[in-house]
């Protein structure tokens, strides 16, 4: 099936009150085991490849693999930039053919973020791909501060940029958590209830299942996992170097891993259902 945009998979899913998965990939066998888990589950899915991938040529090349492997696929696919740094990156990922971008100017002044969501927006819209944008910027887990999104800031955003989906604040953080996260629910139904458009939890990765799922019903339609399934890919791939160390072509080497992994995607898109 051909690429579709996030906004094609969010707006339904924010008015059903269910979720799109969003993983980051890196390479075929990584997209492989996100695809071959979401055509198990029979689920659409995001697959996402993060900003860092633009420094070089591997965001180009894996657009390229990725559209071609949505083609053959038997659930809808979208190809999103994650976190795009620049106005300028998110308009190289439309000319690579990802069909959403996310431009991220959440550690921007307030003013700044909104002119430049608008320039991405502008862009992206008048070629047919959905936007991203980020408020209440959302750290790593070693940060100190996080500061949370307010309503107002919600709705005032998303009047103001046009975006089609909004990442918003409630207490996660990206990377693996060293203690439960503090969610502030509350804050999240009441964002939900300003912002019409599809909400997006970053920092998805270590959150509880149950958790996730109180946030599905108050708008969050889209829950990025990067850290959490890049993980399980290492974990397979050590355990597969350590029991096997006779010589094997990499392409047989690698798929009990890409299969473990699939597995492992299910159990996740499973407990966020």
């Given at each position: 099936m051909p690429l579709v945009?996030?906004?094609?998979?969010?707006?339904?899913?924010?008015?059903?009150?269910?979720?799109?998965?969003?993983?980051?990939?890196?390479?075929?066998?990584?997209?492989?085991?996100?695809?071959?888990?979401?055509?198990?589950r029979a689920t659409p899915v995001i697959i996402q490849i993060y900003q860092r991938l633009?420094?070089?040529?591997?965001a180009e090349h894996m657009a390229g693999l990725i559209r071609r492997m949505a083609e053959t696929s038997a659930v809808d696919v979208a190809l999103h930039l994650d976190h795009g740094?620049?106005?300028?990156?998110?308009?190289?990922a439309v000319d690579y053919g990802f069909t959403s971008?996310?431009?991220?100017g959440s550690p921007l002044p307030w003013a700044e973020n909104i002119e430049q969501t608008r320039a991405a927006v502008a862009y992206a819209h008048a070629h047919g791909v959905s936007v991203e944008g980020e408020i209440g910027h959302v750290p790593t887990v070693a940060a100190s501060e996080r500061p949370l999104t307010t309503p107002a800031e919600g709705e005032e955003f998303a009047r103001e940029t046009g975006v089609d989906s909004l990442a918003v604040?409630?207490?996660?953080?990206?990377?693996?958590?060293?203690t439960a996260p503090v969610i502030d629910l509350g804050?999240?139904?009441?964002?939900?209830?300003?912002?019409?458009?599809?909400?997006?939890?970053?920092?998805?990765?270590g959150t509880p299942?149950?958790?996730?799922?109180?946030?599905?019903?108050?708008?969050?339609?889209?829950?990025?996992i990067a850290t959490?399934?890049?993980?399980?890919?290492?974990?397979?791939?050590?355990?597969?170097?350590?029991t096997t160390p006779e010589f094997k072509p990499v392409d047989l080497f690698l798929a009990p891993v890409v299969t473990e992994t699939a597995a492992y995607v299910c159990g996740l898109m499973k407990s966020f259902s």
């Open positions: 945009t996030t906004k094609d998979l969010l707006i339904p899913a924010r008015r059903e009150k269910r979720a799109v998965c969003a993983f980051n990939v890196t390479n075929y066998e990584t997209a492989a085991a996100v695809l071959d888990a979401a055509e198990t633009f420094n070089d040529r591997k740094l620049t106005v300028e990156q998110t308009t190289r971008v996310m431009f991220d604040a409630v207490g996660t953080a990206h990377g693996f958590y060293p804050l999240a139904e009441a964002i939900g209830k300003k912002v019409a458009l599809p909400l997006v939890l970053h920092g998805g990765s299942p149950e958790t996730v799922r109180a946030l599905i019903g108050v708008g969050f339609a889209k829950i990025n959490e399934f890049m993980d399980s890919f290492l974990k397979a791939l050590r355990i597969r170097c350590e």
